[in-house]
């Protein structure tokens, strides 16, 4: 794939029931091994950003009407969410959607569907993400219902690393945590990026904390980029101090 963006998404419109029109143009690069935070207010379209990307739209009624999605240098039009999480894309979906009948163990042996393993080979994996989330590991038999939000988060994510991505989508990981625990889940997601590779774009309300991990934002108003630049460039204009930073 050489030294293009892992991620290339290009002046998308996409219509729900055939005639909301929800995107109007979006266009977004991440670069390989990059952090990209797609901010913006309630409804401005992220959620819808990161299914289109992921191809899970169709199960919504919606459908991407122009533009074009490229990742990994390939069209993204004729994938379903299978293929993608096969070549290395997996979406952690809003709200956690963690199994809570079973145990955080059990989710996380869920996350390795697409490449069954076993034995050593699935102990290792799991290994690998208690390494990443030493309280997973002590959490490892709980029933994932009865763990906290950021628990709960962090089985999310977990599971989502046990199919070996080289990009994680991230819709709001910190939707409904307290400041300290939404700092050490975004300490572990770059050290995902920095130890792992792992590109991530993910889609935040708290602009704050977005901006302080990302290396660069788009910030989404009313289904249009209304604005992108660096991550420092964004935290510090005035604009974006003004409408957004402190928001969360
Ligand atoms: P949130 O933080 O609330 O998820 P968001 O920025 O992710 O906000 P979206 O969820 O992408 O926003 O929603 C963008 C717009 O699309 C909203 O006006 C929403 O009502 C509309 N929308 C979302 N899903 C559907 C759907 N399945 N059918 C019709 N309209 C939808």
Redesign the pocket.
């Known amino acids: 794939t050489g030294a293009g963006p892992i991620l290339a998404v290009k002046n998308i419109e996409v219509i729900?029931?055939h005639v909301?029109l929800?995107l109007r143009g979006v266009s977004l690069e991440v670069p390989q091994g990059g952090i990209v935070a797609l901010l913006?207010g309630?409804?401005?379209?992220?959620?819808?950003?990161l299914k289109s990307i992921s191809t899970l739209l169709a199960s919504?009624?919606?459908a991407v009407t122009k533009g074009s999605i490229e990742f990994r240098g390939e069209r993204t039009d004729q994938l379903t969410p299978g293929d993608l999480v096969g070549m290395g894309m997996v979406q952690v979906m809003?709200g956690r959607h963690c199994f809570g009948h079973l145990t955080v163990e059990e989710n996380l042996i869920t996350g390795a569907y697409t490449r069954p393993i076993r034995g050593a080979e699935l102990r290792d994996a799991l290994d690998k993400v208690y390494a990443y989330f030493p309280r997973l590991k002590v959490r490892r038999s709980s029933l994932a219902g009865y763990t906290s939000g950021g628990e709960q988060q962090m089985t999310a994510i977990g599971r989502a690393m046990m199919a070996k991505p080289n990009m994680l989508l991230l819709d709001?990981p910190s939707m409904g945590l307290a400041p300290q625990i939404v700092a050490e889940i975004f300490e572990i997601v770059r050290d995902l990026n920095q130890k792992e590779g792992v590109s991530i774009l993910l889609?935040e309300?708290n602009t704050n904390v977005a901006l302080k991990y990302a290396d660069y934002g788009y910030i989404?108003e009313s289904g249009r980029i209304m604005m992108d630049g660096p991550a420092k460039a964004l935290a510090d204009n005035k604009d974006v101090k003004e409408f957004y930073l402190g928001m969360s």
């Open positions: 729900y029931d909301i929800v913006g309630n409804g401005a379209g992220k959620s819808t950003t919504e009624r919606g809003e709001e889609a309300q989404l």
